[in-house]
């Protein structure tokens, strides 16, 4: 069975115990590693089996895939930023770096920026876009995953935590990161093998070290400890109907600003 998640220390964590062939009577994967935009894409030529996507995604995807409701990215207090070099009003007239144009981070974005006009969004790898917003390339960044821990060192000041004002407007925690099952498969028997490698994974918090570190690239541990305590929680274990609502209101608001073609069924 094909898998694709990011790199992110919450990704493999959560699925480190699967893809050892820890968990009993779980189908054997094939991990592959790739920014959301790269997975994003593939997911909508139906590359993987099992897939790791930006909820902003699922309008484009959920016909032929069925949203997990084990091993996402779904929180609070772990939103995207919207970081600049310079103090900003708003990003009126302003270049701005995002990481896919169908992230929820971006959708989050446009949400809020209703009414400010960038004069440029350009799609770059997240770990590109600190160090070019630093560097003057571009006005401000939208960023995700452990920038927001490390910005600061960058330079860089929040212009707006989306992830405060997507709570503070409708009380519901922020849906990042999907996980989907092509839906030709047995998906009831995915769903297990995700829980698991979740519990899996917390009840045996240092047998993913290695693996986890393998993937950071240059995230220090305190970082990579952050990013999982973060990242992986309740609601990765199980969406729960707090989970749903967050994705279907998001998905309502997107459709019904235009930004999306429809807002899907999610169970």
Known sequence: MRLAISPCPNDTFVFHAWAHGLIDGAAPVEVSFADIDVTNTAAQRGDFDVVKVSYGALPWLLGRYALLPSGGAVGRGCGPLVVTRET??????????????????????????????????DVVPFASIMPAVRDGSYDAGLVIHEARFTYPSYGLTA??????????????????????ARRDLDVAAITSAARASVEYAWANPSASAAYVAEHADEMSPDVTRQHIALYVNEFTRDLGDAGYAAASALLDRAHTAGLTPSSPTLR
Do not use: H, N
């Open 88 to 121: 900003l009003p708003d990003l009126d007239g302003r270049s701005v770096a995002v990481p896919s144009e169908r992230s929820t981070a971006y959708l989050l974005m446009r949400l809020w920026a209703a009414g400010q006009r960038p004069a440029r969004i």
């Open 159 to 180: 212009l707006a935590d989306l992830g405060e004002w997507w709570e503070a407007d409708t009380g519901l925690p922020i849906p990042l990161g999907a996980i989907l």
